[in-house]
């Protein structure tokens, strides 16, 4: 008895792959936007240390 025309399974698109892969990719946060992120991480840290500095009365 064959299947019906419903049943018959689809062979995967060869495209489909690839276009997976350009999705994830481009959900994902881009290298210059990890690097502002953390240059301004560590510059937070430098500032704290100065206005530390500052409120014991040390200017130098």
Same mark, same amino acid.
């Given at each position: %008895?064959a299947? #019906? @025309? *419903?049943? /018959?399974?689809? $062979?995967?698109? !060869?495209?489909?792959? !690839?276009?997976? @892969?350009? *999705?994830?990719?481009? %959900?994902? $946060? #881009? /290298?210059?936007?990890?690097?502002? @992120?953390? +240059? ?6 430098? +500032?704290?240390?100065?206005?530390? +500095? *500052?409120? +014991?009365g040390r200017?130098?």
């Amino acid at each position: %008895m064959a299947k #019906h @025309v *419903i049943d /018959q399974s689809k $062979p995967a698109a !060869p495209q489909a792959l !690839p276009r997976f @892969v350009q *999705i994830e990719r481009a %959900m994902r $946060p #881009h /290298q210059s936007t990890k690097a502002l @992120v953390a +240059r301004m991480q560590k510059r937070a840290g430098d +500032r704290l240390a100065a206005y530390a +500095r *500052i409120a +014991r009365g040390r200017t130098t």
